[in-house]
């Protein structure tokens, strides 16, 4: 979910501070890296838990009926089949969800991620996005989760164009499948979060029209909305219970899913380092904030954005144990078991995939051990 920024220049001028790396010319071949990067695997001094692993045969089913949808949904061109299969829908959520009721629910949530991804890709980002016009985009994307409510003339006319371009119908269809899984309080707590999203992703696109780099605070604050936020909150919708409303809505837990989503997010941010650095189009992403705004040089900046993500996670996991003694409901408490393992699940998955990240050669080899 990282964003483009299509400014600015696309080096920061700091390459001689980096360390030797540890990858073999083969390792670099086989896994495409290029110069000035590692293998990715967990970033050495980054704070996680372990994961628990999928079954692999429900990776296998959950990535079937997910790539079965998108093709009867025509989501999928032929030239982005790799970067389908080589994102891992099945394993993300697999690993995100190990508490999931059922497949169907698991497809609830891959769906969900694909149609999130669909949006992002093609109105925001590197297929076919721009920050130009970006907010009537999203408003008409919003309406397939948010269906419009007018004359039959004109909503017939709606969908009619929710039909015509294929990231309406991913966020349609995928809403359209979440419902029947969903209390309403779900439903409607899924559709709030991904308005969050898309507030994220205009913040993101104004700064790349203005041409600024923002202080840091200010990144933190846009990637707060711009976030995993509207994966985590399907936590008990794909375990198969329902979180009440009273309780999603205190204060203490509104803080914890936040702090769960910037993390998580954060994270995205680390391991898409390299990727984004060696974009087209420029992008923003923590460590980049960081070497502009504070004057860093690159590794340093890079080390910093880690020990930020590690500072939020701490807080993460001290207060919720502190919720847990404070109110101890047992709903509640399964509640902040799963958003915890969707944390640990997404690090694994980022940490993991050769096919979609490697890691900056900022690390000797007793670093890398």
Request: charged share 25%; glycine share 6%.
């Amino acid at each position: 979910m990282a964003r483009s920024i299509p400014y600015g220049p696309s080096g920061l001028g700091t390459a001689g501070l980096r360390i030797t790396g540890t990858a073999h010319p083969e390792q670099e071949k086989e896994q495409g890296l290029r110069g000035g990067e590692q293998p990715v695997r967990p970033i050495p001094g980054i704070h996680f838990r372990a994961a628990v692993q999928p079954d692999p045969a429900l990776v296998a089913e959950v990535d079937r009926r997910t790539r079965l949808w998108a093709m009867e949904l025509s989501l999928i061109p032929p030239e982005w089949e790799d970067q389908f299969e080589g994102f891992g829908f099945g394993r993300s959520v697999c690993l995100a969800h190990p508490d999931h009721a059922d497949v169907e629910r698991l497809v609830v949530a891959a769906r969900l991620l694909v149609a999130e991804n669909a949006v992002d890709d093609c109105y925001c980002e590197d297929h076919g996005g721009s920050p130009e016009g970006l907010g009537a985009r999203l408003a008409i994307a919003h309406s397939a989760l948010d269906p419009l409510q007018a004359t039959p003339e004109y909503e017939a006319q709606w969908h009619e164009g929710m039909a015509a371009d294929a990231p309406l119908r991913a966020y349609r269809s995928a809403m359209e499948y979440a419902v029947r899984w969903a209390a309403p309080a779900q439903a409607d707590r899924l559709r709030h979060d991904l308005a969050r999203l898309h507030l994220g992703y205009l913040a993101e696109a104004a700064w790349s029209l203005d041409e600024v780099t923002p202080p840091v605070w200010e990144y933190l604050v846009m990637r707060q909305f711009n976030n995993f936020r509207p994966c985590l909150t399907l936590t008990d919708l794909v375990a198969g219970y329902e979180l009440p409303a009273p309780l999603q809505a205190l204060p203490a837990v509104q803080r914890l899913n936040a702090l769960a989503g910037n993390a998580a997010t954060l994270v995205n941010d680390l391991y898409s380092y390299t990727k984004e650095q060696r974009s087209e189009r420029p992008h923003l992403n923590l460590p980049v904030v960081l070497a502009r705004r504070d004057a860093l040089p690159e590794r340093e900046a890079f080390l910093k954005a880690v020990e930020i993500h590690n500072a939020i996670m701490r807080l993460f996991e001290t207060e919720t144990e502190q919720l847990r003694a404070r109110l101890p409901d047992p709903v509640l408490a399964r509640y902040l078991t799963g958003l915890a393992a969707w944390v640990s699940g997404n690090h694994e998955w980022h940490c993991t995939n050769t096919h979609r990240y490697t890691l900056p050669d900022f690390w000797t080899q007793e670093d890398a051990a």
